[in-house]
């Protein structure tokens, strides 16, 4: 009754992927519990848009009735069950764990690919050709973080890795070890495939890179990631409130506290600068004059001149 419209897979396993206009989520679907069962509500889902939203639902018939809290107010919507469309197809475990051969139709859409040293790989079962938005590998492997150690370059391969695996149409599988007592073993090893291609983003996100060293490091440029938002931010989330992270932090910040990460080491470079002036003086009212705002800067090892500037 908000006039907004939104597009919602929910799989087998209760793993649910939604894509509206502005962007894509994805989270469990939970069993109801409590005051949401006693009312007749059959299911939870929370965390695949926006912190502190959500929705309730229950089945009636072939008809998806949904009440979704905005932050501020009850909305009600019903869903319809979708036909799936002709191009679609949701590869199967068989499927997935069968796919030997080098993906040809996805490293034509994405040349780019070719020239990375083998840290993200697509394959498929057959050979197959490039038509309309049928997917163009069963699945797409990439490393797996196995430890807080360079977390963020870590993360940017993972990530990368499932953007270009749902914009290819594929199933997502990680590569390597697992870190066990890091935030890390909270992070799905694998994802089921969208069941359709996007080509016009796949190619777009493998152009953006065209470096091998993007392909290292692929926060560097836009690629796949950036198409993914939705499911990074509520990934990232489900492992921070899975692992502790998320409390821990809560207990130690206060209501106006603001968080500036800095990487500084072994000096300020251009993609390592300090933040400007400016960053501070957009903050917006009440917290630029709230007696209580304090600046938390968060580091790592710094260098001579950083902890001079710093500390």
């Not at 509206?20 to 299911?43: K, M």
């Not at 870590?154 to 953007?163: D, S």
């Not at 705002?293 to 580091?299: E, G, M, P």
Request: with cysteine.
């Amino acid at each position: 009754d908000n006039n907004h419209r939104s597009h919602l897979k929910i799989i087998e396993d209760g793993w649910a992927t939604s894509s509206q206009a502005d962007g894509l989520g994805s989270g469990q679907l939970e069993a109801a519990v409590g005051p949401d069962l006693a009312s007749g509500w059959q299911y939870r889902l929370e965390g695949h848009y926006k912190a502190g939203k959500f929705e309730l639902l229950k089945l009636d018939k072939d008809r998806l009735l949904i009440r979704h809290w905005s932050g501020s107010a009850w909305h009600v919507a019903a869903g319809e069950r979708a036909q799936p469309h002709s191009s679609q197809h949701i590869f199967s475990r068989d499927e997935v764990n069968a796919a030997a051969l080098r993906a040809e139709a996805f490293y034509q859409v994405c040349p780019q690919a070719s020239a990375q040293p083998g840290l993200i790989q697509a394959f498929d079962s057959s050979n197959v050709t490039v038509v309309d938005y049928r997917p163009v590998a069963v699945k797409v492997e990439g490393p797996m973080p196995v430890g807080m150690g360079m977390i963020g370059n870590a993360l940017a391969l993972y990530w990368q890795a499932r953007g270009l695996a749902w914009l290819a149409g594929a199933a997502f599988a990680a590569t390597g070890g697992r870190g066990w007592g890091s935030l890390v073993e909270f992070l799905p090893r694998v994802q089921h495939s969208a069941g359709r291609a996007n080509i016009p983003a796949l190619q777009e996100s493998c152009r953006a890179c065209p470096r091998e060293k993007e392909w290292r490091w692929p926060h560097l440029c836009l690629g796949a990631w950036a198409h993914i938002l939705g499911f990074v931010r509520s990934g990232m989330r489900r492992a921070f409130r899975a692992r502790g992270v998320e409390e821990s932090v809560k207990a130690q910040l206060r209501t106006r506290d603001v968080a500036v990460h800095i990487r500084c080491f072994p000096y300020f470079t251009g993609n390592y600068p300090l933040a400007a002036f400016s960053l501070y003086a957009a903050l917006p009212e009440p917290w630029i004059s709230a007696p209580d705002l304090r600046f938390i800067l968060v580091a790592g090892t710094l260098g001579p001149i950083c902890h001079a500037v710093v500390v």
